[in-house]
């Protein structure tokens, strides 16, 4: 608790601090993606096996991180808000997609599906620009993006236009994006229990740094995102 001057009497603010959303939504991503992507690039499986990951992704990489996405709301993190919201909703719809084709020889179409490829239209065009502001953050998190947007903008070609080569190609991209995620999450995860950066995760230094505490829109005292400002070597020398 905070006691705030107003002129007449101290103020009381509450902090209500929460921990890091993306430690849950980066690993809930990283496991739904992964699992539906190796399978995209042929590692396992066959025409019915994304049926039954239906269950497993609508959970881990939908509820969870949706869930995830509304307590980054809390913590003032406009991306990750953005980017687990959004996947995570994606992935719930998917689960409801799969349940229309449940009864479909075959499951899913395997070429050219246009409703589904206008689907990764929009996901890819939201996901560059979520990468675009990954950068003023870390690059870790700019690499789950970057290769999150590209598998999904391969995605889409692939559904609109066809071609299997592409339809695996984007399958490498987002296990490329799932693992650099289940990285990013261990790292946030580990700060967390060690009060330290253990991971590094390529922190971008901005020009100007935001106090530990600012003073937000009618919200004075609430702290603004997720991680620690510390690369392993600086926590060394601290």
């Known amino acids: 608790?905070?006691?705030?001057?107003?002129?007449?009497?101290?103020?009381?603010?509450?902090?209500?601090?929460?921990?890091?959303?993306?430690?849950?939504?980066?690993?809930g991503f990283a496991?739904?993606?992964?699992?539906?992507?190796?399978h995209m690039a042929g590692w396992y499986g066959g025409?019915?096996?994304?049926?039954?990951?239906?269950?497993?992704?609508?959970?881990?990489?939908?509820?969870?991180?949706?869930?995830?996405?509304?307590?980054?709301?809390r913590a003032r993190d406009g991306l990750a808000?953005?980017?687990?919201?959004?996947?995570?909703?994606?992935?719930i719809a998917f689960g409801f997609l799969g349940?229309?084709?449940?009864?479909?020889?075959?499951?899913?179409?395997?070429?050219?599906?246009?409703?589904l490829g206008f689907w990764f239209i929009v996901l890819a065009a939201v996901t560059w620009v979520g990468a675009w502001g990954a950068l003023a953050e870390n690059v870790s998190l700019f690499l789950v993006?970057?290769?999150?947007?590209?598998?999904?903008?391969?995605e889409?070609?692939?559904?609109?236009?066809g071609g299997g080569g592409i339809h695996i190609v984007a399958g490498y991209c987002l296990i490329i994006s799932a693992l650099v995620a289940f990285y990013t999450a261990s790292a946030l995860m580990l700060a967390e229990c060690y009060g330290h950066a253990v991971?590094?995760?390529?922190?971008?230094?901005?020009l100007a740094q935001e106090p530990a505490i600012s003073a937000g829109c009618g919200e004075p005292g609430v702290v603004r995102g997720q991680s620690l400002n510390l690369e392993p070597h600086e926590a060394m020398s601290r």
Request: hydrophobic share 60%; net charge positive.
């Open 1 to 27: 608790m905070l006691y705030e001057s107003t002129g007449t009497a101290p103020a009381r603010i509450y902090l209500q601090p929460v921990a890091a959303p993306s430690i849950l939504g980066l690993y």
């Open 31 to 38: 496991g739904a993606t992964f699992m539906v992507a190796a």
């Open 47 to 73: 025409a019915n096996t994304i049926l039954y990951l239906i269950p497993f992704v609508v959970m881990f990489g939908g509820l969870a991180q949706f869930l995830a996405g509304m307590w980054a709301f």
């Open 81 to 91: 808000t953005a980017m687990h919201g959004m996947w995570g909703a994606f992935w």
């Open 99 to 115: 349940l229309m084709f449940r009864d479909t020889a075959g499951g899913f179409p395997a070429g050219l599906f246009p409703a």
């Open 145 to 154: 993006l970057a290769f999150l947007a590209l598998g999904s903008t391969l």
């Open 156 to 161: 889409a070609i692939f559904r609109l236009a």
């Open 199 to 206: 991971l590094g995760v390529g922190k971008i230094h901005k």
